[in-house]
T-cell receptor
Framework: GAVVSQHPSRVICKSGTSVKIECRSL??????MFWYRQFPKQSLMLMAT?????????EQGVEKDKFLINHASLTLSTLTVTSAHPEDSSFYIC??????????????FGPGTRLTVL | GENVEQHPSTLSVQEGDSAVIKCTYS??????FPWYKQELGKRPQLIID?????GEKKDQRIAVTLNKTAKHFSLHITETQPEDSAVYFC???????????FGKGTTLSVSS
């Protein structure tokens, strides 16, 4: 099956620093990747849709200048949390959209990145 | 935009019993409805999905039904086992897009 990797799996940083998270589709090309945020015991909240070669589309309430997304290739999208603060501490999960036979909807998730901002 | 409601938030069953989780959605043009299982600290795993041109789909102990008229879909797990214990999320894909909008999740506990 389709495999999506994410790096790093855990990161602890000081307040005010920036953190970059990578999401890779390992065995397929993903024209679209998605970034989600999940707080403890809560659901996944869509942050943005990342399209290869174009600007990301952010959901309402998500600051695009704070959460920088780059989709450099068909297998790599990055999320940079700039000037991180403790309230940004969360579980960040990416997903990659794979075209399946006759359908366009299957998404596969990365293992997530646990960000802790001190 | 699309809104997905999921019930119940917690569900406890005895091993061998059936479990049913229900979701409703608001966008009548949504056309794809996956279910994910997430264990603590891990990624969501797709367990079954259904598309709007199908009313029911089954995969061993897991089945999903879709009622487009009522805009609701349900996950059915039969002969539950302790390893089925996890958080289950339903989701829907709004029309014209590929992003998933998730329900709030159901914590299923199966006791032996």
């Amino acid at each position: 099956g389709a495999v999506v990797s994410q790096h790093p799996s855990r990161v602890i940083c000081k307040s005010g620093t920036s953190v970059k998270i990578e999401c890779r589709s390992l065995d397929f090309q993903a024209t679209t990747m998605f970034w989600y945020r999940q707080f403890p015991k809560q659901s996944l909240m869509l942050m943005a849709t990342s399209n290869e070669g174009s600007k990301a589309t952010y959901e309402q309430g998500v600051e695009k200048d704070k959460f920088l997304i780059n989709h450099a290739s068909l297998t790599l999208s990055t999320l940079t949390v700039t000037s991180a603060h403790p309230e940004d501490s969360s579980f960040y999960i990416c997903s990659a959209h794979q075209m399946t036979s006759g359908s366009t909807d299957t998404q596969y998730f990365g293992p997530g990145t646990r960000l802790t901002v001190l | 935009g699309e809104n997905v409601e999921q019930h119940p938030s917690t569900l406890s069953v005895q091993e061998g019993d059936s479990a049913v989780i229900k979701c409703t959605y608001s966008d009548s043009a949504s056309n794809y409805f996956p279910w994910y299982k997430q264990e603590l600290g891990k990624r969501p795993q797709l367990i079954i999905d259904i598309r709007s041109n199908v009313g029911e789909k089954k995969d061993q102990r897991i089945a999903v039904t879709l009622n487009k008229t009522a805009k609701h879909f349900s996950l059915h797990i039969t002969e539950t086992q302790p390893e089925d214990s996890a958080v289950y999320f339903c989701a829907a894909t709004p029309s014209g897009g590929t992003a998933l909008i998730f329900g709030k999740g159901t914590t299923l506990s199966v006791s032996s």
